[in-house]
């Protein structure tokens, strides 16, 4: 793996700056797969929506980053790195909006609240999908009774946006999201609205075991 330059990303708000850096060569190895659909492996990762450390206001990178901006190394006082946003960012985000949204209601406008509301989802699970696989302890999901609510919440409305979609990927992670909310029948029923079953086997036969087990956790594939 080899670093590449810092490239800048700009706040449409404020024109403040952050940094991130770029990759010019990686490898990726050592892949996991998950039932809610994130793909785990060594590639350097980038983040899609940020918060600007200057005005606070939530935005896509897309179309504000300027491409090896600052060289190889950076220097006192070079602009922060981008963060990630963590459960609480994705809510905060999902609450006031992006910057620059696109007109509610619009397919445009519908794609980034499903994407925000994944991405929250995902980031619930990653708490119970980073723990060691060889650790004893069972990690706790929700800090808090309003965390559970959030969650259960959001898996509501993401369910409702993929109602609108009526493919087999889906039906996947609608089956996914009910198992999740404890749905088991419903999630077993989801199921089998899939047709390409051969293509999807290893994830349908895990989530069908889950369900068997009434386990409501997010699970790795492979």
């Known amino acids: 793996m080899r670093i590449g330059s810092n490239d800048i990303v700009y706040c449409p708000s404020c024109n403040a700056q952050q940094r991130q850096t770029s990759w010019d060569t990686y490898m990726s190895y050592g892949e996991k797969y998950y039932t809610d659909g994130k793909k785990v492996d060594s590639a350097p990762g980038y983040p899609y929506y940020i918060k600007c450390r200057e005005c606070g206001v939530f935005f896509k990178t897309e179309n504000c980053v300027t491409k090896g901006k600052e060289g190889f190394r950076t ?3 070079s602009p922060p790195q981008t963060d990630f946003l963590n459960v609480d ?3 905060s985000a999902i609450a006031s909006g992006l910057f620059n949204a696109e007109q509610e209601g ?3 406008w519908k794609k980034d609240i499903l994407n ?3 991405e929250l989802w995902r ?3 990653d708490r119970i999908r980073n723990i060691s696989e060889n650790t004893q302890e069972v990690p706790e999901l929700f800090e808090s009774e309003d965390e559970e609510k959030a969650y259960r919440d959001n898996c509501r409305e993401i369910l409702r946006f993929l109602e609108e979609i009526a493919d087999d990927e889906s039906y996947l992670r609608r089956a996914e999201l009910l ?3 404890g749905e088991f029948d419903e999630c077993r029923r989801m199921l089998d609205k899939i047709k390409d079953t051969e293509k999807y086997a290893a994830h349908i036969g895990v989530i069908r075991k889950m369900c068997e087990n009434m386990n409501t956790r997010t699970v790795r594939i492979l």
């Open 75 to 77: 220097s006192y006082g």
């Open 89 to 91: 960012g994705y809510r």
């Open 106 to 108: 619009s397919e445009a």
């Open 116 to 118: 925000l509301r994944l």
């Open 123 to 125: 980031k619930f699970n």
């Open 179 to 181: 198992r999740n909310l």
